[in-house]
């Protein structure tokens, strides 16, 4: 770079940086540019061509490939060897599945999408008292939290809530607290489902995961991804695999989320009553490769706004530095550990550096 295209590109950087600091300012999130009658995207939150939805749909073809959709009433009827096939097969190919009959209330999921759609359009002045960029906090409002400043913003509030399973409801913004409480404990006991299902699917015994505690506490992301005016020119969130072992997601009827498959994006349609499971890049690390953590991005929308609840499984906090690394009953001579043992917070805080660019975090790790 010459000094002066370097000196231009500082001060681009700076104008970005005041940008975002006038934006988090606010505390009225996305949803308070759209309240605000923004009719055009605003800087930072315009991401790269590269990286944008193609304008035809030559994007998302894969015609006839759909995410497995796989029910789970079988499960008490004798057909657990093949639901396990399913799961092994969509964990070494899609990294996606939709779970049907999962034991999880029809009607606490809509109350739950309800509640955080009143949490997000309520008005200013109550949401803002939640508005923090603190990352000790345990419940907190948010737009883009924890990305780099030189990244493009993403079209997305979130409601975040850390080590859901301990909070006590008064933490909880009143308008989602009885939903978010009572859905916690149904969530937790699918991930205890799945997580048997995929260590049988490995071969192990199904309590395999659980010994280990990969999945000991689980995060919520109550999302809401604005209405957006020129969607063509920004992201829901930007291309990115989730840096847990299981993420449990909800997403109500209005659609968006997509998924890299085959070098395609390829639409996860909503299907009402449906939890989407994926799997997340310490799976694949903890399975050296076998199960697969996907590409996935939500794409902004004109005319609707979105809500989804994302569930991120972890290992407790208190072992957020202990490393892991591939199972010793998955690797062998033939088969030696393609990554090194590494800690929950070592690869957050490698993720959150390397921002949604697109990439992957984890070859990084790679031996
Ligand atoms: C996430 C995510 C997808 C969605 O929160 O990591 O990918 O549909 N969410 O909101
Ligand atoms: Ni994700």
Request: glycine share 6%; hydrophobic share 35%.
């Amino acid at each position: 770079m010459t000094e002066i295209t370097a000196i231009v590109h500082n001060c681009l950087e700076d104008e970005r940086v005041k940008e975002y600091k006038e934006f988090f300012e606010t505390k009225a999130g996305v949803k308070g540019l759209v309240d605000a009658g923004v009719v055009k995207v605003p800087r930072i939150f315009i991401h790269p061509p590269e990286n944008l939805p193609k304008p035809s749909s030559e994007d998302s073809c894969c015609i006839g490939l759909q995410v497995p959709i796989i029910d789970f009433h079988g499960l008490e009827n004798g057909q657990r060897g093949e639901i396990i096939d399913k799961i092994r097969q969509a964990a070494e190919t899609w990294g996606f599945f939709q779970v049907v009959n999962h034991g999880i209330p029809g009607s606490l999921m809509d109350d739950l999408l309800n509640d955080v759609r009143q949490f997000h359009e309520q008005p200013l002045e109550v949401r803002k008292e939640w508005y923090s960029h603190d990352e000790t906090k345990k419940v907190r409002y948010y737009s883009n939290g924890f990305y780099n400043p030189s990244m493009a913003a993403q079209w997305k509030d979130g409601l975040f809530c850390i080590g859901a399973q301990q909070l006590e409801e008064e933490q909880i913004p009143e308008v989602c607290r009885k939903s978010i409480s009572e859905y916690v404990k149904h969530v937790i006991q699918l991930k205890e489902t799945i997580s048997e299902l995929l260590s049988e699917a490995l071969g192990l015994s199904s309590d395999c995961f659980a010994r280990a505690g990969y999945m000991k506490s689980v995060s919520l992301a109550c999302n809401y991804y604005p209405t957006c005016p020129e969607p063509e020119l920004t992201l829901g969130i930007a291309s990115h695999s989730d840096p847990d072992f299981l993420t449990l997601l909800l997403q109500d009827d209005i659609g968006g989320l997509q998924i890299l498959h085959q070098n395609k994006w390829v639409d996860v349609p909503p299907v009402h009553g449906a939890v989407i499971a994926n799997l997340g890049d310490f799976m694949q690390l903890i399975t050296n490769d076998k199960f697969k953590s996907v590409a996935h991005r939500v794409v902004a929308k004109r005319g609707s706004s979105r809500v989804s609840v994302s569930s991120f499984f972890q290992p407790a906090f208190s072992d957020k530095l202990k490393p892991y690394g591939p199972m010793k009953e998955l690797v062998s001579e033939d088969n030696p550990p393609l990554y090194r043992a590494i800690g929950v917070a070592e690869y957050v805080a490698y993720f959150r550096l390397k921002g949604l660019d697109g990439s992957s975090a984890l070859p990084h790790f790679r031996l």
